[in-house]
């Protein structure tokens, strides 16, 4: 085995580290191991000045391993094993040490902090003495595309790829395309009819040369690796699919508000969601239950969203749709008294502040209420009272007790996650936030790529979003894909599990525990044999190994067990 | 001086190490205790993850996975359970108690439960005291 030589570098990143840590005591005293030619310390190494350290380091001083001591390997590994590869070092040649997010941000010692991060860093330091070069694999990228969900996010994306020439699978659970923009009558703040907009688009999927659709269709399980994914199409008739990339655009679903006492949703009749107004616009009559027109009509804000009894989060888009419903009923009904009842107004977009201002001046009178402790109620109203319900609320900027009559009351229903979101994220690989939406492979800098390599997410299955936003998302994601079609083959990595089949013993116990059935059993040699392209790292088969002949490369028992060692070793010492 | 053990903790890449990640970006205050090891599943942590750690004197173990049914690799985490169980079992039989080994289910969200966690496990293994078995083995060898 040649000579380790290993560079340890050790970020501040700014003060969010080294207020907490002693970095300059982590690499004095780390550049004391064994292995290590040298150790620095560094204001921002993800910087260019901070890798180009690592690079001239590399060179100068002939390192053949890297450790860099900083944030989460979930964020800058890639960046680093970049540097690595620049500075012609295979990139896996290198650890990460994380003493951002899992020390600097977690403790308020520093002298107990400083500890921390020295015996995290020495085990990562005896742990890339055991990696090995390995060898990035050359995939090819089959040309088709999956896109799951056909809303307008989904829609969106099919037409940029197909328009690009390539073949787009547009899978949609629903007997039609267009999505819940299919379902609406006006769009904010423009006030441009939904399905108008929706409509020549949905022409044009249906009848795309490169798109084929797929209507009541669900995807059951997404085999294989970015540029070679198989799938089937469960739908009346089967259909096995090959494609590259994968588009996830399965959308939301609106918040139940029959949770929320205080409401009486599904126990008064004239109480309905703003989706069942939606209907009403699209019909083009809004009347009650009894066919009369509501002399009273309250928009209840907020219904479901920004409160940690239902959603903490905001779901974007209600606001300003009550706004939008407020202008459509003052036209419709010119004659009704319209009430929003708000938490706060959030008119962030593009034109809408505008909208709101508009809208406020459209005699409808706003009322506030506190979204978190004191949520308006509904109740029926007495013989006396000139209308069919009374709201009683504690309006906020007056300070008042007051009771605002109703005749129809429209929650402003949220936004959530699709109730298949979590089968969908099983088939395609990829993971929920607390919420059901998916996660991002990096909130700000990339925010349609997901952690699995050729899976995007667009469109409200990310995050509630409104439409702009949706087919912003779609676009991006489409280009992203339509980049690697271009290039047509990608590097992958190659953290497969791999049999030594000199020790393998034939037991099978292996082929028994993997999930992706990508071992298989070679008779004529009595051993096991991965398939790497079915492969996807997990190590499940490495652990079960009874004979020790099968190694999770980059994850082998010599590294892992070299790591516990360094990092006890170091507390000991300290 | 109060004891502070040494909690060695395998996570995996995809639900308990994002969690960990989170509880950082939240920064949510927790015991320094914890060293955190990643693995891609927790379906990778072999039995000799763990004895190596007790051997090298670590005072607790702690593996985090998916929660059941969210596993990244499908079922990594219940081949964990199983082995788990097996390694409670086999510790109990080495003279180490088996509270200081735990599994818990962490999700990718889960930032608080993971703070909590690592504050509860740090207390329990206060509780028992250091681990005396490496200081055996070396006095036998």
């Not at chain 1, 798109?211 to 085999?223: C, G, Q, R, W």
């Not at chain 1, 209308?387 to 429209?410: Q, R, T």
């Not at chain 2, 015991?31 to 693995?39: L, P």
């Not at chain 2, 969210?70 to 109990?92: A, S, T």
Request: proline share 3%.
């Amino acid at each position: 085995m040649e000579e380790v030589r290993i560079g340890v570098y050790v970020c501040w990143c700014g003060s969010n580290i080294a207020k907490m840590v002693d970095v300059e005591e982590v690499s004095r005293e780390v550049e004391k191991l064994p292995g290590v030619v040298i150790a620095k310390d560094y204001k921002y190494m993800c910087s260019d000045p901070g890798q180009d350290l690592i690079i001239q380091d590399i060179k100068k001083h002939n390192l053949n391993r890297v450790v860099v001591s900083a944030c989460s390997p979930r964020i800058h590994e890639l960046t680093f094993r970049k540097a690595l590869e620049n500075a012609g070092l295979n990139q896996y040649m290198f650890e990460m040490a994380n003493i951002r997010e899992h020390v600097s941000w977690v403790h308020t010692d520093r002298a107990e902090a400083t500890k921390k991060a020295k015996t995290l860093v020495a085990g990562a330091i005896n742990r890339v003495k055991w990696h090995e070069s390995l060898d990035k694999r050359h995939v090819d990228i089959d040309p088709a595309t999956l896109i799951i969900g056909g809303g307008i996010s989904g829609i969106s994306a099919a037409l940029e790829i197909a328009n690009a020439g390539k073949q787009v699978y547009l899978v949609e659970k629903a007997d039609k395309i267009g999505g819940y923009v299919a379902k609406l009558d006006l769009t904010f703040p423009h006030m441009y009819s939904g399905k108008d907009m929706i409509q020549p688009k949905i022409d044009k999927v249906m009848n795309h040369e490169k798109i084929e659709v797929f209507l009541n269709s669900m995807i059951d399980e997404v085999f294989g690796y970015v540029g070679n994914f198989e799938a089937t199409v469960k739908a009346k008739d089967e259909k096995e699919i090959k494609f590259g990339n994968v588009i996830v655009a399965t959308g939301l679903k609106p918040f139940d508000p029959s949770g929320i006492d205080n409401y009486q949703y599904g126990k008064l009749p004239d109480i309905i969601t703003s989706l069942e107004l939606e209907e009403m616009f699209i019909n083009g009559q809004v009347t009650k239950k009894d066919g009369t027109i509501p002399k009273n009509i309250a928009l209840i804000h907020c219904v479901g969203s920004r409160n940690t009894n239902y959603h903490e989060y905001c779901s974007r888009t209600c606001c300003m749709s009550a706004l939008k419903y407020a202008n459509q009923l003052r036209s419709a009904l010119p004659e009704s008294n319209i009430f929003n009842i708000y938490a706060d107004i959030r008119a962030f977009g593009k034109g809408c502040e505008e909208f709101y201002t508009n809208t406020s001046k459209k005699n409808v009178m706003f009322l506030m209420y506190d979204q978190q402790n004191d949520l308006p109620k509904i109740k029926k109203a007495g013989t006396g009272d000139n209308c069919d319900m009374i709201i009683e609320m504690n309006e906020k900027l007056s300070g008042e007790a007051i009771e605002v009559p109703a005749d129809m009351v429209v929650l402003m229903v949220g936004m959530k996650a699709h109730e298949n979101a979590k089968e969908i994220a099983h088939a395609v690989g990829i993971s929920m936030c607390g919420n059901e939406f998916y996660i991002e492979r990096h909130p700000k800098l990339d925010p349609v790529a997901t952690t699995t390599d050729g899976v995007y997410i667009v469109g409200t299955c990310q995050s509630p979003k409104d439409i702009p936003d949706s087919v912003t998302q779609a676009n991006a994601a489409a280009a992203r894909v339509l980049a690697t079609i271009n290039v047509a083959h990608m590097e992958v990595e190659v953290t497969t599990a791999v049999v030594n089949e000199d020790v393998c013993c034939g037991c099978q116990t292996c082929i028994n525990v993997c999930p992706y059935t990508a071992i298989s059993y070679d008779e004529e040699k009595n051993v096991s044999v991965v398939n790497e392209i079915l492969c996807k790292g997990c190590g499940t088969c490495g652990s079960a190994c009874p004979t020790g002949a099968i190694r999770s490369r980059h994850f082998t028992d010599e590294q892992i067990l070299s790591q516990i060692e360094g990092l006890m070793s170091m507390q000991l010492q300290i | 001086m109060e004891f502070e053990p040494t909690i060695v903790s395998f996570l995996c890449n995809w639900c308990s190490y994002t969690g960990a990640d989170l509880a950082g970006t939240s920064r949510m205050k927790y015991a320094h205790n914890v060293r955190v090891i990643r693995v891609m599943c927790s379906g990778r942590v072999e039995p000799t993850f763990v004895f190596k750690a007790f051997r090298e004197g670590a005072d607790g173990v702690l593996i985090c996975g998916c929660h059941p049914g969210d596993c990244h690799y499908h079922e990594g985490n219940y081949k964990c359970l199983r082995r788990y169980h097996l390694i409670k079992k086999y510790l109990d039989q080495m003279g180490i108690e088996q509270d200081r080994l735990r599994l818990a289910w962490i999700s990718a969200s889960e930032g608080k439960q993971f703070a909590e966690l690592a504050d509860e496990m740090t207390e329990t293994i206060k509780s028992l005291g250091p681990c005396k078995v490496k200081n055996v083995m070396e006095t036998l060898t």
